[in-house]
């Protein structure tokens, strides 16, 4: 696959690798065993937590720019999807981008996002300043001016999952606010509603809450309701679809 390079980006707060006393977390919790097992070329990138979605896609076009692939495919997980369709946008001018493929993005925005700006959220004021240039990127209002301004190209195939929950099936820490979006936008993963998720090609929902997504599970394991689910088979799947040719 030496002609086709993926590159994971991850979400709002993530951090693409984290050292703590001497071991490695990685925001994709599994993803670099899939890649090699899959014998794909794969790059996650490192962005800046308090910038906006402009500033994190001008990071990862240096990071193309030093990929020799012919082809990129970038999968976005949460913020991270927009970040893949601005770059497709406005920073490949070799047209190097041939697949975007989001997980679990907010392509129109999270009302989350517009309730903390408007100081509504329990989250204190001074943090909200400190990351107000990428929560304002991910508030329904802003969504609108984006999606106008970063048109889909025609030469680049958009594909887009997206992953939700019910209530019951929700861990504590995401209860209400799956409760404040499924008011608003109906089915959700706690952050993100299905119908945000939506964009280009939608492949599936899948039964996760929104950290589920990338790896991590923040409830007991339960059979029952296929917890914690598998987010590698979720990782295969993507990239399985990205080699496709569009037909």
């Known amino acids: 696959m030496a002609d086709t390079a993926f590159i994971?980006?991850?979400?709002?707060?993530?951090?693409?690798?984290?050292t703590l006393v001497g071991k490695t977390f990685?925001?994709?919790?599994?993803?670099?065993?899939?890649?090699?097992?899959?014998?794909?070329?794969?790059?996650?990138?490192?962005m800046r937590s308090r910038v906006g979605i402009e500033a994190r896609a001008l990071m990862v076009r240096d990071v193309i720019s030093k990929i020799p692939s012919a082809d990129i495919v970038l999968v976005g997980n949460s913020m991270g999807g927009l970040v893949a369709r601005?770059?497709?946008?406005h920073h490949d001018p070799d047209h190097r981008v041939r697949t975007v493929a989001t997980i679990c993005t907010p392509h129109r925005g999270s009302p989350l996002?517009?309730?903390?700006?408007?100081?509504?959220?329990?989250?204190?004021?001074f943090i909200i300043g400190?990351?107000?240039?990428?929560?304002r990127d991910l508030s329904v209002v802003s969504a609108v001016d984006f999606n106008a301004a970063t048109p889909d190209r025609d030469d680049v195939e958009?594909?887009?999952?997206?992953?939700?929950?019910?209530?019951?099936?929700?861990?504590?820490?995401?209860?209400?606010?799956?409760?404040y979006i499924f008011e608003r936008e109906g089915s959700n993963d706690g952050m993100v509603s299905v119908e945000s998720a939506k964009w280009g090609?939608?492949?599936?929902?899948?039964?996760?809450?929104?950290?589920?997504?990338?790896?991590?599970?923040?409830a007991k394991a339960d059979p029952s309701i296929q917890r914690p689910f598998d987010s590698q088979a979720l990782w295969r799947r993507v990239i399985a679809r990205c080699l496709q040719t569009p037909t």
């Open 201 to 218: 090609t939608f492949i599936a929902q899948e039964r996760a809450d929104h950290v589920e997504c990338f790896g991590w599970s923040p």
């Open 113 to 125: 996002a517009d309730r903390a700006l408007a100081g509504e959220s329990r989250v204190p004021d």
């Open 86 to 89: 601005q770059v497709a946008a």
């Open 130 to 135: 400190l990351l107000e240039d990428a929560i």
């Open 26 to 46: 990685e925001y994709f919790r599994g993803l670099r065993a899939v890649a090699r097992d899959m014998n794909v070329d794969l790059t996650v990138p490192q």
């Open 158 to 179: 958009y594909l887009s999952w997206a992953c939700a929950r019910p209530a019951a099936e929700m861990p504590r820490w995401f209860k209400a606010r799956e409760h």
């Open 8 to 18: 994971f980006l991850h979400g709002f707060l993530g951090r693409a690798e984290t």
